[in-house]
């Protein structure tokens, strides 16, 4: 099993900056993938963005590209999420998940662990 714990969530006025980080524990050699996804108020969980985990590959959704940024630092078994110029609409709970395949995936089901969560509010 995997265990991820995400934190650094809060509130941010627009235009700000706040940077995520979701620690990995357990078999973590098993994870090939790591990806975060929030869900808004009243809205269905939505991808933000993906890595490998050696870092090499990334992918982002259309909203956040340009302003955030996945990382990872594997000698702490850590991904990050650098959210910058963030607006009103990026208000929501945000989760990291891990999936043992290779494929960068936007695909919620195809992710085998999830974090809690840690919300995120962006006020205008």
């Known amino acids: 099993q995997v265990q991820l714990v995400e934190s650094g969530g809060g509130l941010v006025q627009a235009g700000g900056s706040l940077r995520l980080s979701c620690a990995a524990s357990?078999?973590?050699?098993?994870?090939?993938?790591m990806a975060w996804f929030r869900q808004a108020p009243g809205k269905e969980r939505e991808f933000v963005a993906a890595?490998?985990?050696?870092?090499?590959?990334?992918y982002y959704a259309d909203s956040v590209k340009g302003r955030f940024t996945i990382s990872r630092d594997n000698a702490k078994n850590t991904m990050y999420l650098q959210m910058n110029s963030l607006k009103p609409e990026d208000t929501a709970v945000y989760y990291c998940?891990?999936?043992?395949?290779?494929?960068?995936?936007?695909?919620?089901?195809?992710?085998?662990?999830w974090g809690q969560g840690t919300q995120v509010t962006v006020s205008s």
């Open positions: 998940a891990a999936r043992r395949g290779t494929a960068l995936s936007y695909t919620e089901r195809q992710y085998d662990y």
């Open positions: 357990g078999r973590t050699f098993s994870i090939n993938t």
């Open positions: 890595s490998s985990w050696s870092g090499g590959s990334t």
